[in-house]
C-alpha cells in the first residue's frame, strides 16, 4: 500500500488523477491528499462526508491505481470503465450508483460537438467519475467546485453534473436553432443555395445525441421508483426535477430534428424544381435549333435541284422561312409549358 500512497502523493498525472476533493457538511470542497485514501475509507469518514476523484482513463496506470486505493467499488463499475459509448445509464448495484454519462467533448472550436462517455461510481462515502476525453459537463462541475460549491452528498453532486449536462444540451439546441433559423430565412428569401451539407451535418450531430442520451430519463425514473437506502429524499427530488427538464430537452431536440428534416425536404424540392427548369431551358434551346439544324443538313448536301439556288434573294427567303417556322415550334413549346 505505500508504494500505491507514494503514486498517489508524487505522481498523480501518472495515475491520471485529474482532481480529488473532500466535502464536509454545509461547507466547499477541499483539496484532498490521497497519499492516505485507502486508510481514512477504511477508518470511517465522519457523517456527512464524502470524496471525490475524477480520474483520466487514457493513462495505462489509472485503472490499476484505482483497483488498490478503492477495492471495493462493485466489480461491474471496473468491468465497464472504458468500454467505448453506449446508452446513457444510471442504476444501482449492492447499494452503489453506477452511471454512464454521455456527454459533449471539450473542444476549442465549439462548432465541433463530438460525444464521448463518463463512468461513475457513487457509494455513501465516494463519487468516482472517469472519462477518457475531456467534457464540458464535468469541466463545469469542476469550476463550481473550485468556486465554492457545497454538496451534501455524493448524490447532490452527480445530480448538479446531469444539470451541467442538461444546460449545455440546452445551448446546443438554442444555437443549432438559430442557425436553422437563419437558413430557414434565407430558404424563404430563395438565397438559400446548396446548404444541404450543413444542414445534413447539423442533423446527424442531433441525431447521435438523442439516440446516446434518450434513455437517460428512462433510466432515472427507474432509480427513483427503487433508490439505494442511503439516498436521502432531498436528493431524490433534485434528481426528478433535472431529470424532467432533461425530458423538456429532448422533446425540444426531437422537434428541431423533424425541423431540420422539413427543411432539407424542402431544399430539395426547390432544387428539384430548379433543375427542372434548368432541362426544360435547355430542351426549348434545342427545339428553337432545330429548323435551322435541318435546313443546314438539307442544303449542305452536295447534290442537284436545292431551291433558291438561283434566285438572288435566295438566302434572305430561306432565313424568312427558318424564322418563321422557329417562331411557331417556340410559341408551341411555350404554350405547353404554361399547360404544365
Known amino acids: 500500500m505505500s508504494a500505491v500512497a507514494a503514486t498517489a502523493r508524487f505522481d498523480a498525472e501518472q495515475v491520471g488523477l485529474i482532481c480529488a476533493y473532500r466535502f464536509a457538511p454545509q461547507q466547499a470542497g477541499s483539496v484532498l491528499d490521497v497519499a492516505g485514501l485507502q486508510q ?58 453506477l452511471a454512464v454519462i454521455n456527454d459533449v467533448t471539450f473542444e476549442f472550436d465549439r462548432s465541433v460537438t463530438d460525444v464521448a462517455s463518463m463512468w461513475a461510481c457513487a457509494t455513501p462515502q465516494v463519487l468516482v467519475t472517469a472519462r ?14 473550485k468556486r465554492g460549491a457545497a454538496f451534501a452528498s455524493p448524490l447532490g453532486l452527480l445530480v448538479h453534473l446531469l444539470q451541467d449536462q442538461a444546460d449545455i444540451l440546452i445551448r446546443i439546441v438554442r444555437d443549432t436553432t438559430a442557425s436553422v433559423d437563419a437558413l430557414e430565412d434565407s430558404l424563404l428569401a430563395h438565397r438559400l443555395g446548396d446548404r444541404r451539407a450543413e444542414l445534413a451535418a447539423m442533423r446527424r450531430t442531433l441525431v447521435r445525441l438523442q439516440r446516446l442520451l434518450a434513455p437517460e430519463p428512462g433510466s432515472v425514473f427507474r432509480l427513483l ?32 430534428v423533424e425541423r431540420i428534416k422539413l427543411l432539407q425536404e424542402e431544399l430539395a424540392a426547390m432544387l428539384n424544381e430548379q433543375t427542372n427548369r434548368t432541362l426544360f431551358t435547355l430542351t426549348l434551346v434545342t427545339v428553337l435549333a432545330l429548323p435551322i439544324n435541318m435546313v443546314a443538313g438539307f442544303f449542305g448536301m452536295n447534290v ?25 415550334v417556340g410559341r408551341w413549346a411555350f404554350r405547353w409549358r404554361e399547360q404544365f
Open 40 to 97: 481514512q475509507l477504511a477508518a470511517g469518514l465522519p457523517a456527512g462526508h464524502f470524496v471525490w476523484l475524477h480520474l483520466n482513463l487514457s493513462h495505462s496506470g489509472c485503472q490499476r491505481w484505482l483497483r488498490a486505493v478503492l477495492p471495493a467499488l462493485p466489480a461491474a463499475f471496473y468491468e465497464q470503465l472504458g468500454a467505448g459509448t453506449g446508452s446513457t445509464r444510471l442504476e444501482h448495484i449492492d447499494e452503489a450508483l
Open 132 to 145: 477518457l476525453k475531456p467534457l464540458r459537463a464535468i469541466d463545469q462541475l469542476r469550476a463550481s467546485v
Open 304 to 328: 442537284g435541284g436545292i431551291p433558291f439556288a438561283a434566285n438572288p434573294h435566295g438566302f434572305w427567303l430561306l432565313l424568312a422561312l427558318v424564322a418563321g417556322f422557329t417562331l411557331l
Open 225 to 256: 421508483n427503487k433508490p439505494p437506502a442511503w439516498v436521502n429524499d432531498y436528493d431524490l427530488q433534485d434528481l426528478r426535477e433535472s431529470t424532467e427538464e432533461f425530458s423538456l430537452v429532448l422533446g425540444d431536440l426531437v422537434s428541431l
